[in-house]
């Protein structure tokens, strides 16, 4: 009887994933879209809003091509593994700041081509392995520098074709992993708050790093050139408040030293060229004409790693220096304590030969009278 049951029982268990099996797969696949292998594409669809019912273990969503034109708070909620998302070519203006919460196995971001005029810090902070992020082609005004620390895996960064003047170094010094960068395309003031960014282009280079080109827009004496082949000397304007920048922040630089421990390479750099040239000039250049000056405002910014090695090499040449005076001191003192003894010995070295010079004149004529007395006598 038992035996007769149990292919009936397997029966059952089967019709019934026949069953359901059809509702698993409408669920799993947006009607939208088309699905294979935890790939979903929607690509050119004509949709207005990030689809639904899409399976949770989807790892690749492209939605590139369509109409979206915002993403709201936790819209890809149902697929929290997915590694790949791509949202190129939308009209999309804004993005909640909890968009992406629950997508922590991220790693590729794209919203190339869209129309978004800021990036919210807080979008990126419930990610931490990201490692491609497309922003090109869009209209952005800055990076807040504060989202450094959900960059720090990236290897890839696209900022070309939007409306950047400057960049934060502290933003980009952040970015250890970056071996490919553009930012071509971006209107660039290159005034006292770019030579940041120019010394940490230069460094990055010299690593290995691949990037386009910056090209300045202003000010009108600079206009296309490129920032890292405008030479130094350009730069005299942000001599002015150089030297008051650099003491202001020793202190938030021996700070950062401390919490960070950066080697660098040798004086082959090119960015250690920056050593002779004024290391602490704010942010930037001196742009020419007109109001430059009032740019160079000093800002608590992170500062390249060369000049902290500036810094040092000052601290310790001067401690050396002033070893080397004690040990000088110490050494006069001791030549003229040894002069004075030598000097006193001698005096009564010499006071001895006189007394004994003295002495032996008298025992001579004492010698001399003591024969004369006994011949009188």
């Excluded at 991220?106 to 005029?117: F, G, P, T, W």
Aim: glycine letters at 8%; one cysteine or more.
């Amino acid at each position: 009887m038992q035996a007769a049951q149990t292919p009936l029982a397997e029966m059952r268990v089967i019709l019934v994933c026949a069953l359901l099996s059809p509702l698993s797969l409408a669920r799993a696949c947006p009607k939208e879209c088309s699905c294979n292998n935890k790939v979903v594409d929607c690509r050119g669809r004509g949709l207005y809003d990030i689809p639904r019912r899409l399976h949770p273990e989807t790892q690749e969503l492209y939605l590139q091509d369509n109409r979206i034109r915002g993403i709201v708070s936790m819209a890809f909620r149902e697929i929290p593994l997915v590694r790949i998302l791509d949202l190129s070519n939308n009209s999309i203006t804004s993005i909640s700041p909890t968009a992406l919460l629950g997508l922590r196995t991220l790693q590729r971001l794209s919203l190339a081509h869209n129309s978004l005029r800021e990036f919210d810090r807080r979008l990126l902070i419930p990610i931490h392995s990201l490692s491609r992020l497309d922003l090109s082609h869009n209209s952005l005004g800055g990076l807040p520098g504060a989202m450094g620390d959900s960059l720090k895996n990236l290897s890839f960064l696209g900022l070309a074709y939007n409306r950047l003047t400057r960049l934060d170094r502290s933003l980009m010094e952040a970015m250890t992993h970056l071996d490919g960068l553009t930012l071509q395309g971006n209107p660039w003031r290159c005034d006292c708050q770019l030579i940041g960014l120019k010394l940490w282009l230069e460094t990055y280079v010299f690593k290995g790093g691949a990037i386009d080109e910056v090209l300045c827009s202003q000010p009108e004496e600079m206009k296309n050139k490129d920032l890292q082949k405008v030479p130094y000397e350009l730069f005299h304007a942000c001599m002015a408040t150089s030297y008051h920048y650099l003491f202001a922040n020793i202190h938030h630089l021996e700070s950062e030293r401390l919490l960070r421990g950066h080697t660098h390479g040798n004086h082959a750099n090119p960015a250690i060229h920056a050593l002779h040239v004024p290391m602490a000039m704010g942010e930037g250049f001196g742009g020419g004409g007109g109001g430059g000056m009032t740019e160079c405002e000093p800002k608590q910014k992170q500062r390249p790693v060369n000049l902290r090695h500036a810094i040092a090499t000052v601290i310790i040449t001067g401690v050396v220096c002033g070893i080397v005076c004690l040990m000088m001191l110490a050494a006069a003192v001791y030549g003229c304590a040894y002069a004075a003894i030598m000097a006193k010995y001698q005096r009564e070295l010499k006071k001895n030969e006189e007394l004994a010079a003295t002495k032996g004149a008298d025992h001579a004529r004492a010698d001399d009278k003591e024969p004369l007395e006994n011949a009188i006598a």
